[in-house]
């Protein structure tokens, strides 16, 4: 079993909101991150995806292949978006790291596995000191 690592970045903005709290109860519980106009990150995208080497091509999967698959389903619904408002993925979710990473990965699962592989990672960076993880 071999593991292979993608990185992509892109910028978008969220906030932190229940729309069935108050504003004061989603400051309470969310600080500035629940700030009404917004803020935004520059994120990292980490996938990973496991398998067996092809004996043929000596690849997993073909690396611009992944960027290709990261970028249509995931880059290009994010980059420079409202994670709230834009994104299709998000719609009706807290827009969380965590919940993020949940919904890239189901973007992402069906097309990795179709050429072979497994997803295995999908770790988000928020922040250089915030990450999010998830396996599924």
Request: negative net charge.
């Amino acid at each position: 079993m071999i593991y292979i690592t993608r990185k992509a970045s892109f910028n978008a903005a969220h906030k932190l909101a229940r729309t069935d709290w108050d504003d004061d109860k989603n400051t309470e519980v969310y600080g500035k991150c629940a700030n009404p106009n917004w803020h935004g990150h520059n994120y990292w995208l980490y996938v990973t995806v496991k398998g067996e080497v092809n004996p043929e091509t000596g690849f997993l999967v073909d690396l611009k292949w992944l960027k290709d698959v990261m970028n249509t389903y995931v880059v290009d619904k994010v980059d420079h978006k409202n994670l709230n408002l834009d994104v299709d993925f998000m719609k009706g979710k807290l827009a969380s790291t965590e919940n993020l990473a949940i919904e890239i990965w189901k973007q992402l699962e069906t097309p990795i596995a179709e050429n072979g592989a497994v997803l295995h990672c999908v770790k988000i960076y928020e922040t250089e000191n915030n990450y999010v993880e998830y396996f599924g």
